[in-house]
């Protein structure tokens, strides 16, 4: 079975960076496509972004185009956000769908496999 790991989460200031990881120990991304999504306090989870299994294709909620930007190498998938606000505050969750040789993704909650999250606070 599939367990998406994500690291990275931490407490940054408004305008800040960070880097979050996406990985599976024992098992390769290769042949994955993977979402992003958050859950902020008192809200329901979010789709933040995806990145297809080839890396050709990202996508991105409008409340983090132009800020965020997902990527991935043969051992992990990153989500680089930038310019955090404090509504980016919340637990960070990547997921994996198995998709051999897609070209595609989308930002929809049905992905098969579910890390755990990661917290991450944007405040001052």
């Known amino acids: 079975q599939l367990q998406p790991v994500e690291s990275g989460g931490d407490v940054v200031q408004p305008g800040g960076s960070l880097r979050l990881s996406c990985s599976a120990s024992?098992?390769?991304?290769?042949?994955?496509?993977i979402g992003w999504f958050r859950q902020a306090p008192g809200k329901e989870r979010e789709g933040v972004s995806c990145?297809?299994?080839?890396?050709?294709m990202t996508d991105y909620a409008d409340s983090v185009r132009g800020r965020f930007i997902t990527s991935r190498d043969n051992a992990k998938v990153y989500l680089q956000m930038n310019s955090l606000k404090p509504e980016d505050t919340g637990v960070y969750y990547c997921?994996?769908?198995?998709?051999?040789?897609?070209?595609?993704?989308?930002?929809?909650?049905?992905?098969?496999?579910w890390g755990q999250g990661t917290q991450v606070t944007v405040s001052s």
């Open positions: 997921a994996a769908d198995w998709n051999r040789y897609g070209t595609t993704c989308a930002i929809v909650p049905g992905y098969d496999y």
């Open positions: 024992g098992f390769s991304l290769d042949y994955y496509k």
């Open positions: 990145i297809s299994t080839d890396g050709g």
